[in-house]
């Protein structure tokens, strides 16, 4: 079934020219952990209904009529989830307080949660066992009575002391923004600190980098990360690298384009590391929050709203085969053939050609060096440094009056967060001029068939194809020896705004 698709897509397109697939490894559609059957899982984009005044002290009680706008939300959601056969239902980070709190004005808003490893309790069913737990009573409620696992965030506390010598802050207290997860029955069975804060003077880092799974007996294991988390290796990663092959993303995402709009990010690491990810975020116009999904490798169901939308919270369902832990044996192994015109733009590229028309344009506060796609098809490449991409590519309607360039970029970024990486990204730019390449564009026409390949110092490569109006493409992609990373996609169903490889050296990020 794949191979048939590989082989009609190359052929297809490359026609008598290049490209032939000679070699695929047995192919099946997802090992099925444990054998078992699908599930249906359910996220939720919230509205969350703020507090007006964030920095203010507030009361407990005035913090708790404050939760139970946002907690009656889900129940109803809960409940509709519920009859559409959900087992699963995620709710996005700081779905329930909102944003912008200070350390002591958060403080009304958080619960102490205890450890589900060193304890056992079902807080809606002995609700008195830990004072000041009404949230949690509430969560917990919700799962045992729609017989669902309940995935949301929370503001914890956790009382520390100074005098031991141990780390502790000088106010005595953690603050962490933390995930918990209860049973079908009310059970609470995993909690996650998130690791890594985005400007979140609230909260503190966990001293401990904790890897957080919990087992279901409908699709086995997940995993749980929150928000900026999925971009770093800690604990990201190293869940993956472990096996883990599901993934639970509560998050609260502003959308950049060209290259960081959720669902396009969503779907790059789902599709890149190999996992399905259950990812909900707010929805909110002010702060640019909004794209949430339920992504495999191989499928991607997911909202986004659009520019002028009615700003209100949305449920996505989906049914899923489980992924369990991938077999020993060595991945889908994929031999590209290749004839003349294609290996003489390679030996090009090995060169390190820097053609003169190349330019360098800030993509994302990162300066990428592009070049513009000046002709309806071809072949093209750019490097920056020894960091090359390459490009074939076949416009399909010959209005050829949208503007596109490729761009490569190896580097640390700095702004908002400090991360290394090598991104070769097809982009359509804002306008007719060089400078607008690498500028936010939300509309285009032109669709074509491409070949996107970038040859990365990671294993940790994130593919995507966002089309006009937020809606994604499902390529093709293949891993080759030597860190080479091929994406094929074609008959798009609109035009193209941005298609990337997003690599990811973690190795070489600041620790
Ligand atoms: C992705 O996972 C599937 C099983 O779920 C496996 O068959 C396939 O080889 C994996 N692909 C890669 C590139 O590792
Ligand atoms: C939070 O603060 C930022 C600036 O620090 C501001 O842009 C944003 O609108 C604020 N959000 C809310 C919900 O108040
Ligand atoms: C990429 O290009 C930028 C800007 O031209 C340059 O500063 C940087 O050194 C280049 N990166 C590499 C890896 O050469
Ligand atoms: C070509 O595309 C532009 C927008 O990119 C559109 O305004 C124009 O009408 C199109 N022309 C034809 C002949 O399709």
């Keep these: 079934m794949m191979q048939a698709l590989v082989e009609s897509l190359f052929l297809g397109f490359w026609g008598k020219t290049s490209l032939v697939i000679v070699a695929l490894s047995s192919w099946t559609c997802g ?15 919230h509205r969350v209904t703020l507090n007006p005044e964030p ?5 407990r009680s005035a913090a708790l009529r404050h939760l139970r706008q946002n907690l009656q939300v889900y129940s109803k959601q809960a409940s509709r989830a519920a009859l559409q056969g959900a087992q ?34 079902n807080p809606c069913e002995d609700p008195q066992r830990h004072p000041n737990t009404e949230v949690q009573q509430w969560l917990s409620c919700i799962a045992r009575t729609h017989g669902l696992y309940v995935v949301a ?8 002391s100074r005098d031991s ?25 995993a909690r996650y600190h998130k690791q890594n804060l985005y400007f979140e003077e609230a909260f ?25 988390d999925i971009l770093f290796q800690q ?15 509560p998050t609260a995402w502003m959308n950049q384009l060209p290259l960081l709009d959720a669902i396009q990010f969503q779907q790059a690491f789902s599709l890149g590391a190999n996992v399905t990810l259950l990812a909900a975020n707010i929805r909110s116009d002010e702060l640019i929050m909004t794209g949430s999904g339920i992504y495999s490798p191989s499928s991607a169901v997911y909202h986004h709203a659009q520019r002028g939308d009615p700003e209100e919270g949305q449920l996505v369902v989906a049914t899923l085969r489980p992924l369990g832990p991938l077999p020993d044996a060595p991945a889908l192994q994929v031999v590209l053939h290749k004839e003349q015109g294609y290996t003489e733009v390679r030996g090009c590229r090995s060169a390190g050609c820097k053609g003169p028309l190349s330019f360098t344009s800030s993509m994302m506060h990162d300066p990428f060096t592009f070049v513009l796609l000046n002709r309806p098809g071809g072949q093209l490449s750019v490097c920056n440094g020894s960091f090359c ?5 076949q416009c399909m309607d010959s209005n050829f009056t949208e503007v596109y360039a490729l761009g490569a970029f190896a580097g640390m970024h700095t702004v908002n967060g400090h991360y290394s990486l090598q991104v070769c990204a097809l982009v359509k730019c804002a306008g007719g001029d060089a400078r607008s390449c690498g500028q936010e564009v939300l509309e285009a026409q032109t669709k074509m068939d491409f070949v996107l390949e970038g040859t990365f110092n990671t294993k940790h490569v994130y593919p995507s194809v966002l089309s006009s109006h937020y809606t994604l493409e499902q390529p093709l992609l293949h891993t080759m020896a030597h860190g080479t990373v091929t994406m094929a996609h074609s008959h798009m169903r609109a035009g193209l705004i941005t298609a990337a490889l997003y690599g990811r050296t973690y190795h070489l990020d600041l620790h």
């Design 88 to 121: 699963i239902l995620v709710f996005p980070e700081d779905g329930l307080q909102g944003f912008n709190f200070t350390r002591s004005s958060i403080a009304a808003y958080l619960e102490v949660v205890p450890d589900p490893q060193q304890e056992s309790w």
């Design 31 to 45: 090992s099925h952990a444990h054998g078992l059957p699908s599930y249906v899982a359910a996220v939720y984009e």
């Design 235 to 249: 604990p990201t990663v190293s869940m993956v690298e472990k096996g883990v092959r599901q993934f639970i993303f």
């Design 153 to 160: 965030n929370m503001g914890s506390v956790q009382p520390c």
């Design 165 to 189: 010598g141990s780390p502790c802050p000088p106010d005595g207290r953690w603050h962490f923004n933390t995930n918990v997860v209860y049973r079908s029955d009310g059970l609470l069975v």
């Design 204 to 228: 503190d880092t966990p001293q401990h980098m904790e890897l957080v799974t919990f087992d279901t007996p409908f699709a086995g294991k997940f995993g749980l990360i929150t928000c900026f």
């Design 389 to 393: 991409c390459w490009l074939q590519y």
């Design 55 to 59: 920095r203010v002290p507030l009361s």
